[in-house]
Each structure stands twice: as C-alpha cells, then as structure tokens.
C-alpha cells in the first residue's frame, strides 16, 4: 500500500480541492483518506462524508484547585511561571484562588507547592477523532478543541486510524490532506509516506512556504513533486515556483489555471453526480487537475 500526501507549507493553495478531486479519480484502486488538518478539517466537507463514530482524543493534565480546602496563601500563584493562578470565590473568611485552564501548562510545579495539598491534576480531552464514510471511501479526520495544543499527537492518531482501516479494507492506496505550514501537524503527516505532493500557488509566499516543506521533507527523507495551482493568476510568481522546482530538482507535474468549475465540480460529486458525467465538462482547470494527478499516478 502507498502513501501519497498532498501538502502545501501554507494555507489556500488549493491542496483540499486537489485531494478530494484526486481521490474520486483513485476511489477504483480501494482507498482511505485522512484529514490532518485537525484544526480545520475541510477534506470531508468537500467530499460530503457522513460521521459513523467517534473517540474522545485525551490531552494534557491541568491545574485544579479544591475550593474546600484552598485558604488563599498564594504559594501557587509565586511559583506559576504561565500566569495561571487567577483570584477565585471570594468570601469574608478565606479568599480562595484557581487555574486558568487555557493558561496552566501542566508542569506542576502549584501542586508541589501547595501546603495544602489543595491541588491536583486532571486529565482534559483535547478533541476527537472522527471516522466517516464518503463515496470514495472511509474518511478519518479530528477535531481539535480551540486552544488545545497537541496537534502534532492527534495528527498522528488520525493517521494511525486511517491506516488501520486501509489494512483492513485491503486499500491500495492511503490518501492524507495536510495541514498547512511545516510545523509538528505537518511533519506528523509526511513521515513515513511514499510522496509529498506540494500544493503551490504563484505569490511570493507561495513560492517561500514551498521552499520549507521542500526542505521538511528532504530532512525526513520523504520524495517531493509540485504542482502549481492558480497558475495564470501571476505570471511572475508562477515563474517564481517554476524556478525553485528547477533548482531543487522538483518533478513539476502540472499547472491548474484558475477555474470556478472545480470547485462546482466537487459540489456535484459530492451530491452524488456521476464521475463520468462531471468530467465529461472538460473545463481547462478541470483537465488540467487531471493531467497533474495522472503524474502523481505514474510517481507512485
């Protein structure tokens, strides 16, 4: 089974649209899917895949205060480093005080600290993972709870997830939506992959953000191909992209003019139009996407 990742060093590129588009073409292999882009799963939205089940994602501990038992000396508060210790009840006989759950850190150091032995550390649920059905195939994505760090870890759970049911399944082929960026979501979604697809779009930052996933992915010995979107929205900035593939040795694949039609083609898949059908529309993006993941095919 090979693992094909569509990524792009930045947000907008157009790498959602690519995957979904991608992925109803590949759906006659036997696929699965992953949306790691826990922050802001797009993936299933335009695949319009149905939830089946779901499993909470646990996260770190925090900070917690028994009012009980807290007297109010601020012991905790002088050793918080994060600012977490915040004015709680208040009363005539014994001022209290507790944790900012969206500032504590976890490290601690309160609970240590606590003549009082007042407080402890809970677990917290950071998000969940989510596994769909689409008509391409089973979808898996999570959703991270706003403020929660940990993103890195619950990529890694999707992708753990989605992999498990391509092994059952018997899929050929296990296809991942990144996140955008080269953070700690990005390198736990390129690791151990069969190919990087950079998703580029003309700008300068296009053209920059490209250039780090490039190198992300060279330090994790992962193979990288590009494929240019929007391309006719700037000649120079799509020179640009076309220069960094020359000088690093990039297959260019494919260049996507801009073109409403894909997206609108999405939307009739997605509806349940018939593959043959909509493709039939033959618009200049749409067959351009085409000719793109033909090469992403031969790559692989």
């Not at 700690?184 to 950079?198: E, K, M, R």
Request: charged content about 20%; glycine content about 10%.
């Amino acid at each position: 089974m090979k693992t094909v990742v569509f990524a792009s060093g930045k947000g907008g590129t157009g790498k959602t649209t690519l995957t979904a588009l991608a992925s109803h073409l590949w759906a006659r292999w036997g696929i699965a899917l992953a949306d790691c882009d826990v922050e802001a799963a797009n993936l299933p939205i335009a695949l319009g895949a149905q939830e089946r089940s779901s499993r909470p994602f646990a996260g770190g501990a925090v900070a917690v205060i028994d009012q009980d038992v807290c007297r109010g000396c601020g012991a905790c508060a002088r050793v918080c480093r994060f600012d977490a210790i915040v004015q709680g009840s208040e009363s005539f006989v014994r001022p209290t005080l507790a944790v900012d759950p969206l500032a504590c850190e976890g490290c601690g150091a309160c609970v240590v600290q606590c003549p009082d032995s007042a407080i402890a550390m809970v677990s917290t649920i950071a998000g969940r993972v989510v596994t769909a059905t689409s008509v391409v195939g089973p979808v898996v994505y999570g959703e991270l709870v706003p403020g929660e760090d940990l993103s890195g870890k619950l990529v890694t759970e999707v992708r753990g997830a989605a992999l498990e049911i391509a092994k059952r399944d018997g899929a050929d082929l296990l296809v991942v939506d990144g996140p955008p960026g080269v953070g700690c979501p990005v390198i736990a979604s390129v690791t151990n992959t069969d190919l990087v697809v950079g998703v580029a779009e003309p700008t300068v930052s296009g053209e920059h953000d490209l250039s780090r996933l490039v190198t992300l992915a060279r330090r994790l010995g992962v193979r990288v191909a590009v494929v240019l979107n929007k391309a006719d929205l700037s000649a120079e900035g799509a020179e640009r992209v076309r220069h960094l593939a020359r000088t690093e040795g990039l297959a260019l694949l494919g260049e996507i003019p801009f073109d409403y039609a894909l997206a609108r083609t999405l939307e009739a898949l997605a509806a349940g139009a018939a593959l043959e059908d909509v493709l039939a529309t033959g618009s200049p993006g749409l067959a351009a996407a085409r000719e793109a993941i033909a090469a992403i095919e031969t790559l692989l």
